[in-house]
């Protein structure tokens, strides 16, 4: 089933042509555009909560390998919606528990790959942090402004921005609310790589569609196990990296990945 949202445009892209096998499943990528233009993809809930159903329907749905998150050549989006968030007390910003939402991208198994143009400020720019890969067109700008509102960033961009770039550029950025260009946030490794506004969509759907081609198991735990050494101390993410080391090799694709190898030829993963 199709959904229609109101805030974001879906689509299912196919990887290389269908063969016609009975037994080769169908591979797709994922793609979601946040869409609210005339608000620079200001993150109100409403669009929150149809971004996050979108992405858990194709970590659900077998036939994609691999999500492409995007937004408009001028906004990838501009923050959390602050005419949304103006009236807001403690108790009221508390009760409504919005990070609830948020958090479900944390879960998604599949990798996300952000091709980010234009604005990626405030939660825009936590956003993008959420995902796996970053692929930014020269015209992008990342940063955290919230100082210039009275706050601080609250959707982890003051833990995931220091785990990047460091104490004292996160620090600055955070502190003075000033945006890094494209080329900055390259040389920082905050961004994968920068292409021309003409491609770097294009840029980001190759790559979601080289992974798609991958073993998806071998996918889903290998982001799990990056994951692991982000978000925890080394010994912790060591031994986990092991444990889903030595689950895939009780896997199909395990064995037809070095058996293809071993007969010089391109291996056919069937996700089992
Ligand atoms: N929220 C709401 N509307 C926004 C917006 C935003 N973040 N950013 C832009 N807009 C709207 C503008 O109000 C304007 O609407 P109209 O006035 O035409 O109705 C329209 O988008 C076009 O914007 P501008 O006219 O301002 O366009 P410019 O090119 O002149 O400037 C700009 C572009 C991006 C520099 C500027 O719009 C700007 O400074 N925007 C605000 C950037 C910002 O401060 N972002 C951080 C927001 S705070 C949470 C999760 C996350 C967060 C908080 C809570 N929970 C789950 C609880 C995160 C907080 C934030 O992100």
């Known amino acids: ?100 939402t948020w958090d479900r991208i944390k879960n998604i198994k599949k990798p996300i790959i952000a091709a980010v143009s234009g604005f990626a400020l405030g939660g825009g720019c936590e956003l993008m942090m959420m995902c796996d890969i970053i692929i930014a067109s020269e015209t992008a700008q990342f940063g955290q402004p919230e100082i210039n509102l009275g706050v601080i960033p609250g959707a982890g961009g003051t833990q995931r921005m220091t785990r990047v770039l460091g104490k004292y550029k996160a620090m600055e950025l955070i502190l003075t609310g000033r945006p890094l260009t494209a080329r900055e946030a390259l040389e920082m490794g905050l961004v994968n790589k920068v292409a021309p506004v003409e491609l770097y969509l294009e840029e980001a759907k190759a790559m979601a569609k080289e992974i798609a081609a991958k073993s998806p198991i071998a996918v889903k735990l290998a982001k799990e196990a990056v994951l692991k050494s982000f978000d925890g101390p080394l010994q912790e993410g060591l031994q986990f990296e092991r444990k889903n080391f030595y689950m895939l090799f009780s896997s199909e694709d395990q064995k037809e990945g070095m058996k293809a190898f071993m007969e010089k030829r391109k291996a056919t993963f069937t996700g089992k």
């Open 1 to 100: 089933m199709t959904m229609t949202y109101k805030n974001i445009l879906t689509a299912k892209e196919a990887v290389g042509a269908k063969s016609g096998k009975a037994d080769q499943p169908e591979i797709n990528i994922g793609v979601v555009n946040l869409h609210r233009p005339t608000v620079l993809n200001a993150l109100n809930h409403e669009l929150m909560e149809e971004l996050v159903t979108a992405l858990e329907d194709f970590d659900r749905d077998d036939s994609v390998r691999a999500i492409v998150l995007t937004g408009s050549d001028r906004a990838f989006a501009a923050g959390a919606d602050i005419k949304e968030m103006s009236d807001e007390t403690t108790v009221s910003i508390m009760l409504k528990d919005r990070f609830a």
